[in-house]
């Protein structure tokens, strides 16, 4: 009997619901903390991923703030980077003497994050700082600022909690690391 090879595709559980809802409880004090006694920020979530971490993060922040969101392209369906950043989709707000508040799912080569700062500070944002659930630990290493990070995570495909592989696994609840796909 012939046997095709299948590519065998297992999910790795990195984070639990659990671990997510204490650091996202966390980072929201610390957000709390800075900017509360001020003008509202603007959460500027990054779609599609950060939508799950920015739902759950802006009902523990307890201040009052406005939500916008702002897409851009550069990964395509797959996991390899075309190096082209693109706006899809732009925020709505008028950013111009806001402080902003970049919510985004994961760094990974920091290229989204340095053209999205650019992009808002370039818009007249008074001030921007960035929150991320996931960091790569070697986009940590080369010194990228992230004024509010969830976890640092190691290189490996990350699903889950809003982040897909090709449109799957925004879903979950967890994080998983996706294994088998290269
Ligand atoms: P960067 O510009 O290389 O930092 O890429 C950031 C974006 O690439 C993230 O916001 C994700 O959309 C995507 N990305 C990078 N790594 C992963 C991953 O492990 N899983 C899912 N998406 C990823
Ligand atoms: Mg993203």
Redesign the pocket.
């Known amino acids: 009997m012939r046997v095709v090879a299948a590519r065998k595709r297992s999910l790795r559980r990195i984070l639990s619901r659990g671990q997510i809802r204490r650091r996202v409880r966390e980072l929201a004090a610390q957000i709390r903390a800075d900017y509360g006694g001020g003008q509202p920020p603007v959460l500027v979530g990054?779609l599609k991923?950060a939508f799950v971490f920015l739902a759950d993060l802006v009902r523990q922040v307890g201040l009052p703030l406005e939500v916008d969101f702002i897409m851009v392209s550069?990964?395509g369906m797959g996991?390899t980077?075309k190096g082209q950043i693109t706006v899809l989709k732009d925020v709505t707000t008028d950013v111009a003497g806001r402080h902003v508040l970049l919510v985004?799912?994961?760094?990974?080569?920091?290229?989204?994050?340095q053209f999205l700062r650019d992009h808002l500070l370039s818009r007249g944002a008074a001030s921007l700082r960035v929150c991320a659930l996931l960091a790569r630990e070697r986009?940590l290493a080369e010194g990228v600022a992230i004024d509010y990070l969830g976890f640092p995570v190691p290189e490996?495909?990350?699903?889950g909690y809003g982040?897909?592989?090709a449109e799957q696994y925004r879903h979950l609840p967890d994080v998983y690391v996706l294994e088998g796909e290269r």
């Open positions: 990054t991923g550069s990964y996991r980077s985004d799912d994961i760094i990974d080569s920091g290229l989204t994050l986009v490996g495909f990350v699903v982040i897909d592989y």
